[in-house]
């Protein structure tokens, strides 16, 4: 009996190890997942490719990340569909862009939202997880300001944007990635509220460069 309840008590304090650092684990898992998907190793051609790709847009149906998914995703690494990267200097966020919303895209980068979008042109929508008090993912948005710079490469060309709104909106206001009638402009979409909101950030589109000719602040970026 006394060997069952040592037995127990040894279950008992690794379940509860494991609880107290599955966060922090998995949060490292993603970091260097994303680390992992740099655009350097790619080439134009791949990013070609990788848009002719099939893929999961169906945004309502993402779920919260869990370690499982996060696990898979690393198994998955090497046929992710990566069409480019994005980054925010100001707000430390840098991190590849992966064709579609499926879980395992949305594990270690920023999603597309429509099957058909292109960088430089109507509403270049993206959606990304977020992780209180984190630095992974989509989090970082929370600490971006209006003005702020935000440049989107397919590694042919960098696009600039700059930031102009931030708001909360309701989680059915999808609309917000819908293209506008001679507006060129970039999307963000994140989680509000525990999920039941969305953080909202729209940027205008300011200029592109030839991936060879870009300034070296733009090139350093990413």
Do not use: W
Request: negative net charge; hydrophobic residues 45%; proline residues 4%.
């Amino acid at each position: 009996m006394n060997k069952l309840k040592i037995a127990v008590l040894i279950c008992l304090l690794i379940i509860g190890l494991l609880l107290i650092f599955i966060n922090p684990i998995q949060n490292a898992v993603i970091a260097h997942l994303s680390q992992q998907l740099n655009t350097t190793d790619y080439s134009a051609e791949d990013i070609e490719k990788n848009n002719q790709a099939t893929a999961d847009f169906a945004f309502e149906d993402v779920q919260s990340l869990s370690i499982a998914e996060v696990l898979k995703a690393q198994t998955q690494l090497d046929n992710l569909p990566v069409i480019g990267s994005i980054a925010i200097p100001t707000g430390e966020l840098s991190l590849p862009i992966i064709k579609g919303v499926g879980n395992a895209s949305l594990a270690v980068g920023a999603g597309t939202m429509k099957a058909n979008q292109t960088l430089g042109q109507g509403n270049y929508a993206l959606a990304g997880h977020y992780f209180e008090n984190k630095d992974i993912l989509f989090s970082p948005l929370y600490n971006a300001n209006i003005g702020d710079a935000i440049y989107v490469t397919d590694l042919t060309t960098i696009y600039e944007y700059k930031l102009t709104t931030k708001k909360v909106i309701a989680a059915t206001d999808v609309y917000v990635i819908d293209d506008i009638p001679n507006q060129t402009i970039l999307t963000l979409i994140t989680c509000a509220d525990n999920g039941t909101k969305r953080l909202a950030i729209h940027a205008d589109f300011v200029e592109q460069y030839p991936l060879n000719d870009a300034p070296a602040k733009l090139s350093e970026a990413f």
